[in-house]
């Protein structure tokens, strides 16, 4: 009933920067949050970003990982609902299959906890 559309990744060398793109759609009546995991082969899947959102735009709340403060930025555009990770300042352990997270209400009843196909990001030393 909800899915996720994820783009963005690719090969980039250390250094660089990319920027991951989720966009949402289906029978959706509201979002709890929004983030972006990466599991790296062999791994467990861990929190890179995510956005709780508030009641109003000044309410919403952005978690990152330590590994990633300062160099990631995570947003959403509010037409649209799509979620963006801007990532600068690329390092070789940024090297991972990232992917979306969304959870919240569907229209016209139930919960949704949906993930995405996952993007590969490769960073080159």
């Known amino acids: 009933q909800v899915q996720l559309v994820e783009s963005g990744g690719g090969l980039v060398q250390a250094g660089g920067s990319l920027t991951l793109s989720c966009a949402p759609s289906?029978?959706?009546?509201?979002?709890?949050?929004m983030g972006w995991y990466r599991q790296a082969p062999g791994k467990q899947r861990d929190l890179v970003a995510s956005i709780t959102y508030g009641r109003s735009r000044n309410a919403d709340i952005t978690t990152y990982a330590d590994s990633v403060k300062g160099r990631f930025t995570i947003s959403r555009d509010y037409g649209t609902a799509t979620v963006r990770l801007q990532m600068n300042s690329l390092k070789p352990e940024d090297t991972s299959v990232y992917y979306c997270?969304?959870?919240?209400?569907?229209?016209?009843?139930?919960?949704?906890?949906?993930w995405g196909q996952g993007t590969q990001v490769t960073v080159s030393a």
């Open positions: 997270n969304a959870r919240g209400a569907l229209h016209p009843s139930g919960s949704f906890d949906t």
């Open positions: 289906g029978s959706i009546s509201s979002f709890n949050a």
